[in-house]
């Protein structure tokens, strides 16, 4: 028996998705994905929030993370400042703050001691 998927089906049921079924979805592909021998997929980032600061970035980013049983656990959320330094994209972990911008200041201030 020959089983004929319609990709523009499955995409309109996905836009339909609450939440938890896309978690189910997910790893249902993850799964499938393992069967075929494919590496698992890096982790993710999402950014929940984004603002202009100094000479950079701040984001609050949460981050999700592949277990050992494939399941994704989240992680969250952080802030990062992304700057150029010396013609080079760095970033700096900033953390869990109400804050942010205090922070940084913080930390770039110790970093110049």
């Not at 997929?41 to 277990?67: C, F, H, M």
């Amino acid at each position: 028996m020959c089983m004929h998927i319609n990709i523009n089906s499955v995409i309109s049921q996905v836009e339909q998705m609450n939440p938890e079924e896309l978690n189910q979805l997910q790893e249902a592909i993850d799964r499938r994905r393992r069967q075929l021998g494919h590496k698992p997929l890096k982790p993710l980032s999402t950014v929940v929030e984004r603002r202009d600061y100094g000479n950079g970035i701040l984001q609050l980013e949460t981050r999700a993370y592949r277990r050992k049983d494939g399941k994704l656990t989240e992680r969250g959320p952080y802030w990062y400042f992304h700057f150029r330094e010396g013609g080079r994209q760095k970033t700096m972990y900033v953390g869990q703050t109400d804050d942010p911008e205090a922070r940084v200041d913080e930390i770039m201030t110790k970093e110049e001691e």
